[in-house]
């Protein structure tokens, strides 16, 4: 059954990606509001699939902390899931930083080049930070939030890898404040697996974290303790030592 359910949504991603993108091209020149809106249905449109076909549901903990004003988000990163569902169950419009590469691949890159988002060349290295601090403030004058993943990559879960800095310097150069999330996508939607497994993925959204009159490296340090204890919540059996650690 599980082969079935993960052959039926890998054929409704098909089907689905490569008209919508064409419908995307159709609509470019409409304002970027209404291009969001309308590109950010397909993602909209995978989840519920995740959910009628796969059997992944989800739930928000956590939606009290959300402010109503400029933040820059850093979320945990295990699995693909997150990038769909942030798009469409968040308060305001995201702009993901992302290498810019990604706007070549064909049908899904048409979509994403088209929202504005923070594309960056990492081969220009230290110019490329200056580059996502410039783009980001823009897209936080817009009245949108900026996301990254501090891990760099889609971690498994139970995993973990040091933070990168790169959020929490955006965050703290602009002057506002990190909404941390963490979640468990990936015990049900692994990453780079074609099978899925049916679930209740949890995102929790953890209380601000400021950065006005702190260090990035205290900002950052704040931001992975407060993921990585959350995770530990969510999925307790992931980060139990073993018998040997435990004495």
Same mark, same amino acid.
């Given at each position: 059954m599980l082969y079935l359910r993960a052959f039926l949504f890998? =054929? *409704?991603?098909i089907i689905t990606v490569i008209p919508y993108a064409f419908a995307c091209i159709l609509w470019a020149p409409l304002p970027l509001r209404w291009r969001?809106?309308?590109?950010?249905?397909?993602?909209?449109? /995978?989840?519920?699939? +995740?959910? /009628?076909?796969?059997?992944i549901r989800w739930q928000i903990i956590g939606k009290e902390h959300l402010p109503d004003g400029p933040a820059v988000i850093l979320s945990k990163h295990q699995s693909a899931w997150e990038t769909f569902f942030f798009t469409v169950h968040l308060p305001r419009d995201v702009c993901f930083v992302y290498k810019k590469e990604l706007n070549r691949i064909p049908f *899904?890159? !048409?979509? &994403?080049a088209l929202l504005n988002m923070i594309p960056i060349d990492r081969s220009k290295g230290r110019?490329? *930070?200056?580059? /996502?601090?410039?783009?980001?403030? &823009?897209?936080?004058? #817009?009245?949108?939030?900026?996301? =990254? *993943?501090? #891990?760099?990559?889609?971690?498994?879960?139970g995993k973990r890898v040091r933070y990168k800095h790169g959020g929490a310097a955006l965050a703290t150069q602009c002057q506002v404040p990190v909404i941390p999330i963490a979640h468990n996508a990936g015990e049900y939607w692994p990453k780079g697996k074609f099978l899925k497994k049916p679930? =209740?993925?949890?995102?929790?959204?953890?209380?601000?974290?400021?950065? +006005?009159?702190?260090?990035?490296?205290? /900002?950052?340090?704040?931001?992975?303790? !407060?993921? #990585?204890?959350?995770?530990?919540?969510?999925?307790?059996?992931?980060y139990e030592l073993p018998a040997s650690q435990a004495r």
């Amino acid at each position: 059954m599980l082969y079935l359910r993960a052959f039926l949504f890998q =054929l *409704f991603l098909i089907i689905t990606v490569i008209p919508y993108a064409f419908a995307c091209i159709l609509w470019a020149p409409l304002p970027l509001r209404w291009r969001y809106k309308l590109t950010t249905g397909w993602p909209r449109m /995978v989840i519920w699939a +995740a959910k /009628v076909i796969l059997g992944i549901r989800w739930q928000i903990i956590g939606k009290e902390h959300l402010p109503d004003g400029p933040a820059v988000i850093l979320s945990k990163h295990q699995s693909a899931w997150e990038t769909f569902f942030f798009t469409v169950h968040l308060p305001r419009d995201v702009c993901f930083v992302y290498k810019k590469e990604l706007n070549r691949i064909p049908f *899904f890159g !048409w979509g &994403l080049a088209l929202l504005n988002m923070i594309p960056i060349d990492r081969s220009k290295g230290r110019d490329a *930070f200056e580059q /996502v601090v410039t783009t980001g403030q &823009l897209r936080l004058n #817009e009245g949108r939030w900026p996301l =990254l *993943f501090p #891990e760099g990559t889609r971690v498994p879960p139970g995993k973990r890898v040091r933070y990168k800095h790169g959020g929490a310097a955006l965050a703290t150069q602009c002057q506002v404040p990190v909404i941390p999330i963490a979640h468990n996508a990936g015990e049900y939607w692994p990453k780079g697996k074609f099978l899925k497994k049916p679930g =209740l993925i949890t995102v929790s959204i953890g209380p601000l974290i400021p950065t +006005a009159g702190r260090t990035v490296n205290e /900002v950052n340090q704040d931001v992975e303790h !407060w993921i #990585e204890s959350e995770m530990q919540r969510l999925n307790p059996e992931r980060y139990e030592l073993p018998a040997s650690q435990a004495r």
